[in-house]
């Protein structure tokens, strides 16, 4: 017995480990979802990361997304969640409540689901919060116990110091890559980025969308109100496409009035929803360029996925670009998917 102790606490220790290889949140975050069913059985598995932009977590990463009880975003001060209530306590908590169980012949009260939520944290630092759980019958003794649970919060104290490292190296690094006008990312960084996003989804079988966005007649703002106006709407563009997708994705500035967005781990399909939510915030927006007028611009978008349409990164945006090019041509103001 303590022979088995030993090796699974070097198991452990290795698993740990393997999470500090990498600076790439990414990387870290598929690791570590490698990792976690082997020490623990759970039905689902999400990393939650607090965001820098709002008091609030988001989900980055998940295992069985459907049987989440909590969605994309968390806020901290939700007094009836047991995800904040850990944030809040600083410790790990463990909850039971009732589930539906419609697929079920028995009551659902006899569905009972209980939740695993370990909080990420770097001395007083929150990093974000780990979520398993388990769906079951009543009295099946399935609850999490927390000696069950003890790797994990290992392995999570590892989790947690590494993605801290790669958010700090994230933030240092990205003022040489970002665009000086609109301060999103730059070519340079878009191509190194997707090439790196792309590897890691071939490894592990999962998809990347890239959204090519170009404005409609971008020009006659320059025109009618001068070159400093449409540097300004620029920038106006950008705050619009921030606060339209996850923090999770990748916005570069392409050139003039080119945008791209990689979403990591998002189908074509669902790329066209983000491109269309994109579409539609711009459209509905008053720019003003930083001269009090009242500007309406409209946006046309292509979108391509790897691998339904391209393998490599430079032909992803090529298509992508393409599809944008003819929704420009012949409608304007619209998303289209590319050619397979």
Not at 17 to 24: D, P
Not at 212 to 238: C, P, Q, W
Not at 268 to 274: D, E, F, G, I, K
Not at 288 to 301: H, K, P, W
Request: hydrophobic residues 45%; proline residues 3%.
């Amino acid at each position: 017995m303590q022979m088995q102790d030993e090796i699974l606490t070097t198991s452990i220790f290795e698993a740990a480990m393997r999470l500090h290889e990498s600076l790439n949140a990414s990387d870290i975050l598929a690791e570590a979802m490698r990792l976690f069913p082997d020490l623990l059985d759970a039905e689902s598995w999400a990393v939650y990361l607090k965001s820098e932009q709002a008091d609030r977590l988001e989900l980055v990463r998940a295992i069985n997304a459907a049987a989440l009880p909590s969605g994309p975003f968390v806020e901290l001060d939700s007094v009836a969640s047991p995800i904040a209530r850990a944030v809040t306590e600083r410790s790990v908590v463990i909850t039971q409540s009732n589930t539906p169980g419609a697929e079920q012949k028995a009551d659902p009260a006899d569905r009972k689901r209980f939740e695993l939520n370990i909080p990420l944290m770097v001395g007083r630092r929150l990093v974000g919060v780990l979520q398993a759980t388990r769906v079951t019958s009543a009295g099946a003794g399935q609850a999490f116990r927390r000696e069950e649970t003890h790797g994990v919060e290992i392995v999570c104290q590892s989790l947690a110091r590494s993605l801290a490292n790669a958010i700090d190296y994230h933030t240092a690094t990205r003022q040489t890559l970002i665009d000086d006008l609109t301060r999103l990312y730059n070519v340079r960084y878009l191509y190194q980025t997707l090439d790196n996003e792309i590897r890691r989804a071939r490894r592990y079988g999962s998809p990347v969308s890239v959204v090519f966005m170009d404005l409609d007649g971008f020009k006659l703002i320059n025109d009618a109100y001068g070159h400093r106006a449409g540097s300004v709407t620029l920038t106006e563009v950008a705050r619009v496409i921030m606060l339209s997708v996850r923090e999770a994705d990748f916005v570069a500035r392409y050139g003039g009035d080119e945008f791209v967005m990689m979403l990591p781990e998002t189908s074509a399909r669902s790329a066209l929803q983000v491109a269309e939510r994109v579409r539609a915030q711009i459209a509905a927006h008053r720019f003003n360029g930083g001269v009090g007028a009242d500007i309406y611009l409209t946006a046309s978008f292509g979108v391509a996925s790897f691998p339904e349409h391209a393998t490599e990164a430079e032909k992803l945006i090529e298509l992508a670009d393409a599809a944008m090019y003819k929704a420009k041509q012949f409608e304007k103001n619209t998303v289209r998917l590319a050619a397979t």
